[in-house]
């Protein structure tokens, strides 16, 4: 039941800014503790980030490290998820996921996006 629409994907030139937003939608919008998670072509799913439905508490997994900052807008109730300084390497689809607020693993996480892609051009 829980709705989520991920946004922003495309081609993008390496070295350059993004954002990613995550849209709960729905009847009763989700305000729980959100993810944003990747996946890498031939790689397995990891997490990112992740953030407290109250925005004061944020997790950044190694791969979210440094160049990666999530965020929550409660006027609106949107995540987004910012990378400054893409690299190739950061070519994946992400996944904005609902999940408890300790979860680490994708299947620690109930709700999933459709998915984003990616693509970082070298």
């Known amino acids: 039941q829980v709705q989520l629409v991920e946004s922003g994907g495309g081609v993008v030139q390496a070295g350059g800014p993004l954002r990613l937003p995550c849209a709960p939608a729905?009847?009763?919008?989700?305000?729980?503790?959100l993810g944003w998670l990747r996946q890498a072509r031939g790689k397995e799913r990891e997490l990112v980030a992740r953030i407290s439905g109250s925005g004061a508490i944020t997790y950044y997994a190694d791969s979210g490290k440094d160049r990666f900052t999530i965020s929550r807008d409660n006027a609106t109730n949107t995540v987004y998820l910012r990378i400054v300084g893409l690299k190739p390497e950061d070519t994946a689809v992400y996944y904005c996921?609902?999940?408890?607020?300790?979860?680490?693993?994708?299947?620690?996480?109930?709700?999933w996006g459709q998915g984003t892609q990616v693509t970082v051009s070298s």
């Open positions: 729905g009847r009763t919008p989700y305000t729980g503790t």
């Open positions: 996921a609902a999940g408890h607020l300790f979860a680490t693993m994708p299947q620690q996480f109930t709700s």
